[in-house]
């Protein structure tokens, strides 16, 4: 039987988990993940889980958070006057937002709190700080 290795493409089930037990992503009432092995469009670990996987094999990964997402970084939370979003933005705790930096790329912050006159944003990745628990089968190499 064929075993995946870096360069195929694979489509895979996955359940994401957070330590607690709770499901943060999953595939599994959706169309399987489409993805190349190495083509670094997924987490490495994650990636690397997939090599020498048979079409039908299931197994547990466990992502430490400095493997994942990293830990949160302070420098990209930010406390602005609350007049510099616009007036029409209904502010709620984890609204996601995009925002531009200097050059004009795109990028999302968090509302993480808020209040008459200021508004927190928090720029890091909504797992950062998390260990991640996924559950895989691989379903077919493309």
């Given at each position: 039987?064929?075993?995946?290795?870096?360069?195929?493409?694979?489509?895979?089930?996955?359940?994401?988990?957070?330590?607690?037990?709770?499901?943060?992503?999953?595939?599994?009432?959706?169309?399987?993940?489409?993805?190349?092995?190495?083509?670094?469009?997924?987490?490495?670990?994650?990636?690397?889980?997939?090599?020498?996987?048979?079409?039908?094999?299931?197994?547990?990964?466990?992502?430490?958070?400095?493997?994942?997402?990293?830990?949160?970084r302070e420098?990209?939370?930010?406390?602005?006057?609350?007049s510099?979003?616009?007036?029409?933005?209904?502010?709620?705790?984890?609204?996601?937002?995009?925002?531009?930096?200097?050059?004009?790329?795109?990028?999302?912050?968090?509302?993480?709190?808020?209040?008459?006159?200021?508004?927190?944003?928090?720029?890091?990745?909504?797992?950062?700080?998390?260990?991640?628990?996924?559950?895989?089968?691989?379903?077919?190499?493309?």
């Amino acid at each position: 039987m064929a075993k995946a290795k870096t360069g195929d493409t694979v489509k895979v089930h996955y359940t994401g988990k957070l330590d607690n037990g709770d499901i943060f992503d999953s595939s599994i009432d959706a169309d399987p993940l489409q993805f190349t092995i190495g083509g670094k469009q997924m987490i490495p670990a994650f990636e690397e889980a997939m090599v020498e996987m048979a079409v039908g094999e299931k197994k547990s990964i466990e992502i430490p958070a400095d493997g994942a997402y990293g830990q949160p970084r302070e420098e990209l939370t930010q406390t602005l006057d609350r007049s510099t979003l616009p007036d029409e933005i209904e502010l709620q705790v984890g609204l996601r937002l995009t925002a531009q930096d200097p050059d004009g790329q795109p990028f999302t912050v968090t509302v993480a709190a808020f209040d008459d006159k200021t508004v927190t944003l928090d720029g890091n990745h909504p797992l950062a700080g998390e260990d991640l628990t996924f559950d895989v089968e691989l379903v077919e190499i493309v």
